[in-house]
């Protein structure tokens, strides 16, 4: 079933994994998996140079291990910024090539000093070129509740959106957040200028304060006062901090869900346990007709 069928159903449910590192071994992450394949994920996508690293060479690897071993629909993550045309042809037959059909195009994360390749500017003129080069993938998409950290307002951000979706998005997947608020506020935003394509939530379960320091730094998603309490408080203890960051997100999820979001996409930071523990307290929930 495609996702944008599954979409129609239900509330979607999927993972988020980075790929071992270049140097480490490509199955190291096989363990990690066969753990969250026990929460029977809709999809479990896979990022590829996320935070400027290097881990290119792996997501096909990883993809393959969801899609062919653990029988999980893969998504695999395409940023274009330091990708050429044909680079990103080879990628998406290669992809082809092991039955993965999901793609999140992405711009992709600036690396310091380095040389964009120059074909890819920005995530819609690779969805474009996607969707005429490759038809038969389906094509999702980020967006920022926060508002994207280089956009000079939202009504610019939203603009780029449009044209994003425009261009071939199936479904978006947001940057993280805190505050569901700004969810809401977001996705009104989103309807008034037309945007009408399913719209999965990114959560986050922060369960370490050098993590969430390093991530919000990046990103520029703002933490609200209650999420900042909890860190002060707990930050030195590594169970309190753990529960908490789980409660914190079971509470998002939960009012997500109720509140009608097509989906739930859990940044998963390769820790099946924390994954494991919030699918168990929310599934009711998201399974829930
Ligand atoms: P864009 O859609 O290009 O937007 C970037 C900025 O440019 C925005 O401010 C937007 O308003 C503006 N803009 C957009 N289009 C135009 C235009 N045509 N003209 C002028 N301005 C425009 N990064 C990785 O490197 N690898 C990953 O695996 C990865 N996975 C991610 C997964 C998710 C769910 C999310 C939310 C982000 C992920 N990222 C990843 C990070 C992402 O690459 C960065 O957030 C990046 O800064 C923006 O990517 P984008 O695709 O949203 O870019």
Redesign the pocket.
């Known amino acids: 079933m495609s996702l944008t069928e599954l979409f129609n159903q239900k509330t979607v449910f999927s993972l988020?994994v980075f790929p071992p590192k270049k140097t480490a071994d490509k199955d190291a992450i096989l363990p990690t998996l066969e753990q969250l394949q026990s929460i029977n994920p809709d999809f479990i996508?896979v990022?590829?140079?996320?935070?400027?690293t290097d881990h290119c060479d792996r997501t096909v690897e990883v993809a393959n291990l969801i899609q062919n071993q653990l029988k999980i629909p893969a998504m695999a993550?395409v940023?274009g910024?330091y990708q050429t045309k044909q680079q990103v042809l080879d990628l998406l037959d290669q992809l082809s090539s092991i039955n993965v059909a999901n793609i999140?195009?992405?711009?992709?994360?600036?690396i310091p000093d380095k040389q964009p390749a120059g074909d890819f500017?920005?995530?819609?003129?690779l969805v474009a070129f996607i969707k005429e080069n490759r038809p038969n993938f389906s094509i999702a998409?980020?967006?920022?509740p926060n508002c994207?950290?280089?956009?000079t307002d939202f009504v610019?951000?939203i603009g780029?959106?449009k044209?994003?979706v425009d261009s071939g998005v199936d479904h978006l997947?947001?940057?993280?957040f805190f505050n569901n608020q700004a969810f809401y506020d977001f996705k009104e935003k989103t309807e008034i200028a037309g945007i009408n394509v399913p719209i999965e939530a990114?959560i986050m379960p922060c369960t370490n304060r050098n993590q969430i320091a390093r991530i919000t730094q990046l990103?520029g998603v703002p933490l609200p006062k209650k999420f900042r309490a909890i860190m002060d408080r707990y930050q030195d203890n590594k169970e309190a901090m753990r529960d908490a960051g789980i409660a914190y997100a079971v509470d998002q999820i939960i009012d997500l869900v109720s509140q009608g979001v097509a989906g739930i996409?859990l940044y998963t930071m390769n820790h099946p346990g924390i994954a494991k523990q919030i699918w168990q307290e929310t599934r009711a929930v998201i399974n829930a007709k």
């Not at 990022?47 to 400027?52: Q, V």
């Not at 998409?141 to 920022?144: G, L």
Request: aromatic share 2%.
């Open positions: 988020e996508s990022t590829l140079g996320a935070g400027g993550h940023p910024l999140l195009a992405l711009r992709g994360d600036h500017n920005h995530a819609n003129e998409s980020a967006c920022y994207h950290m280089e956009a610019d951000d780029n959106l044209r994003k997947i947001t940057q993280l990114g990103s996409h």
